[in-house]
């Protein structure tokens, strides 16, 4: 399939289909594009101040982070909150990456730094650098502790403790609502043929139905991309703090479909000018994503998006972000093949069915033999 013939059709065809977005009637809002940044590894676009990248000290007013933190995080980074022992699953999560600062993006931890500790927060025996983390007496209580302060933004982050490991003795006991978590990279070489992309356009059950039955794809699964919560479950994800999007991993055959069919499919079922929205479904964990593994994908999708702007196919500009891939969680076996199994129930007859048909309509001639 040549680009420009693929695209030219899919600028023809994408205003028709354009407005349902799982089947609700989304508002038609003007949206400025957003600003990727792209050398971030997490995008928090409600904090200007969050980076991963750039070290230089942040101060601003206590009514400035009330403004760009969750009510959670604000509380712990700016007033010294706790939160409750055992919350989340950092605490016993050993998986391999980096920890950053919440509230400001900063690098605080490698998880080789990490222990396991009986206390119920995530602990610590090591700083990443010693510009990481700053400390200050805490006589509060009628306890003399040290707490333990980001390096770059002052937020709280928990306390410093002699009781750690060999070889500092030293246990950095954090709140988990303070930290970030970046796995590390997962392999993303190609498999022979075979290719994954993952790609976010609001219920994952409607953008699994509507690939199942695309020819050259040979895996759809539903799940959870682009956070910092290790194995979500389906509930932490609603609550919209685990900077994670619903998402399908599509797997492709490249030599039966390409990149640019599974673009044009997904701008073709989902409304992608709606920023961290899709119909009634709002949060961030509804943001139109792409998260690429590899550079084609990367340039194809930006060609794309570029070419929907330039050429006003939307009435308001292409808002889906292009995140790098990262790691990707399957979400539980109810989530998998949904419409499939449940196609009596209403959700699925009065919202992914018309989705479906749609679909088949345009993509008639790339349908799976059944
Ligand atoms: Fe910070």
Redo the contacts with the bound molecule.
Sequence with gaps: MQNSKSLFNLLVLLPLFVFNACGQSSNKQTTTTKTIAMENVINKPENPYYSNTDTKKINISDAEWKKVLSPDLYAVARHADTERAFTGTMYKQDDKGTYY?A??G?RLFKSDQKFSSSCGWPSFFEQDNKESITFKADNSYGMQRTEAL?G??G?HLGHLFDDGPAPTGKRYCMNAVSLDFVPDNVSTKSNGHLETIVLGGGCYWCVEAVYENLEGITKVVSGFSGGFVANPSYEEVCTGRTGHAEVVQITYDKTKTNLDEIFKVFFTVHDPTTLNRQGADVGTQYRSVIFYKNEEQKKTAESIINELNSKNVYISKVVTTLEPFKAFYPAEDFHQNYYNNNKNKPYCQMVIQPKIEKFEKIFKDRLKKK
């Design positions: 600062c509230a400001c900063y980001c770059r933004c937020s």
